[in-house]
C-alpha cells in the first residue's frame, strides 16, 4: 500500500499487478522477478527492485523535483532515516505480534514473541503520534514518502485491535491522507477499512 500510494502521489505512469501468494503459479512468477518472493517488488524497464525503502526512494527520485522528498541533503537523509525505522522495527514489530511463527519454529515462544510485538507496536504508533503533535505530516508541512508507510500500520492497528483512536494526533493525520485524492484512490482501490465508515 506504501508503494502504491507514493506512486499515485508522483503523478508517473505505472501498473498495479496483484500478486497471491497462495497462488503456485502466481508465486513462480513473483519469484522469477524476486527471488525473496516478497512484495512488493517494482519493475522499472525490466529490471525488478524489491523493498520498500528502495522503492519509495527510487519513485521519490523520478516524481517531479520536491514533490515526494525534499532536495536538501539532509532532510532527505532524516526522511530516509524514519523510513528505515518504519521497515526495521514497526513493520518488524507488528510481524511479530501477528505471526510470530516466522521467528521461531517453537510454538512455546509464539506467545512471547507476540506479546514483545504488541508492545514494540503500540509504542511506536505513540511516538508516531507524538511526532504528529505539532505538524501536518511526518516531516513537517508538506507531504513526503515518509507519510505513506504510518498509512498502513494505522490501518494495522486497527485490524489487531489497538485503540487507535486514543492518539488524536495520528487519528486526525489519517483524515487528511484519506482527503488527499492519490490516498483515496489507494485505500478505495485496496479496499481498505480506513474508508468504511
Not at 142 to 161: E, H, M, S
Not at 166 to 173: D, G, Q, V
Amino acid at each position: 500500500m506504501a508503494a502504491h500510494i507514493a506512486l499515485e502521489e508522483s503523478g508517473i505512469p505505472y501498473e498495479s499487478v496483484s500478486v497471491d501468494l497462495k497462488n503456485d503459479a502466481e508465486r513462480s512468477r513473483l519469484l522469477a522477478l524476486n527471488p525473496k518472493g516478497q512484495v512488493p517488488t517494482l519493475v522499472v524497464d525490466g529490471e525488478p527492485l524489491s523493498e520498500s525503502i528502495a522503492i519509495l526512494s527510487l519513485v521519490a527520485d523520478l516524481a517531479p523535483k520536491g514533490r515526494l522528498i525534499s532536495e536538501e541533503a539532509f532532510e532527505r537523509a532524516r526522511c530516509l532515516s524514519l523510513l528505515a525505522w518504519f521497515s526495521s522495527t514497526v513493520h518488524i514489530a507488528f510481524r511479530q505480534s501477528w505471526r510470530p511463527e516466522r521467528f521461531t519454529g517453537e510454538a512455546v515462544g509464539h506467545p512471547g514473541i507476540r506479546a514483545h510485538g504488541r508492545d514494540t507496536y503500540w509504542k511506536a504508533m505513540c511516538a508516531i503520534d507524538e511526532r504528529l503533535a505539532d505538524r501536518d505530516y511526518l516531516m513537517g508541512d508538506t507531504f513526503t514518502i515518509a507519510d505513506t508507510y504510518p498509512v498502513v500500520f494505522y490501518n494495522w492497528g486497527l485490524i489487531a485491535d489497538h485503540p487507535m483512536a486514543s492518539l488524536p494526533h495520528y487519528s486526525a493525520f489519517i483524515e487528511r491522507m484519506i482527503a488527499r485524492p492519490a490516498v483515496r484512490t489507494i485505500l478505495a482501490r485496496e479496499g481498505c477499512q480506513l474508508l468504511k465508515p
